[in-house]
């Protein structure tokens, strides 16, 4: 079972428009064990509502290193009532050199991968159980 972790947002003012950037950490554990991380970022006024985020898979207790990690970066939107997951390549992520998270991979390495299931099942909790973000589609 999946439970996450909700730390407090980051909030900053968006270079392009002045508005209120929001950006989430939040840690992702598998039956008690560390499991995932997830990065998430949205600005609040944009007129086309998007979050972009990134999840890292891998080893994340003591003794880890970041080569012992894969990250997937994505976007998430709204087509009429559904949530949308699309991946992207590293270089349109703004987490492509935060080392820690591991080797970010573009969308085509990332839908080869054998963790892309798991990837997605962690982006499909995002939209379930991630407060800010299903109030921020609202």
Same mark, same amino acid.
């Given at each position: 079972?999946?439970?996450?972790?909700?730390?407090?947002?980051?909030?900053? *003012?968006?270079?392009?428009?002045?508005?209120?950037?929001?950006?989430?950490?939040?840690?992702?554990?598998?039956?008690?064990?560390?499991?995932? *991380?997830?990065?998430?970022?949205?600005?609040?006024?944009?007129?086309?509502?998007? *979050?972009?985020?990134? *999840?890292?898979?891998?080893?994340w207790?003591?003794?880890?290193t970041?080569?012992?990690?894969?990250?997937f970066?994505?976007?998430i939107?709204?087509?009429?009532?559904?949530?949308?997951?699309?991946?992207?390549?590293?270089?349109?992520?703004?987490?492509a050199?935060?080392?820690?998270?591991g080797?970010?991979?573009?969308?085509?390495?990332a839908?080869?991968h054998?963790?892309?299931?798991?990837?997605?099942h962690?982006?499909?909790h995002?939209?379930?159980?991630?407060r800010m973000?299903?109030?921020?589609?609202?």
């Amino acid at each position: 079972m999946i439970e996450i972790e909700f730390e407090n947002p980051n909030y900053k *003012v968006c270079e392009c428009c002045g508005s209120e950037s929001v950006s989430l950490t939040r840690f992702v554990s598998m039956d008690g064990d560390a499991h995932a *991380v997830y990065y998430c970022q949205y600005t609040i006024g944009h007129e086309n509502k998007v *979050v972009n985020g990134i *999840v890292s898979l891998g080893k994340w207790w003591e003794g880890s290193t970041p080569s012992d990690r894969v990250a997937f970066p994505f976007r998430i939107w709204m087509n009429e009532d559904r949530y949308q997951v699309g991946l992207m390549d590293k270089s349109e992520c703004q987490w492509a050199h935060t080392e820690l998270l591991g080797t970010i991979l573009d969308r085509k390495e990332a839908l080869n991968h054998k963790w892309i299931k798991e990837a997605f099942h962690i982006t499909d909790h995002i939209v379930m159980d991630d407060r800010m973000i299903i109030e921020y589609f609202k």
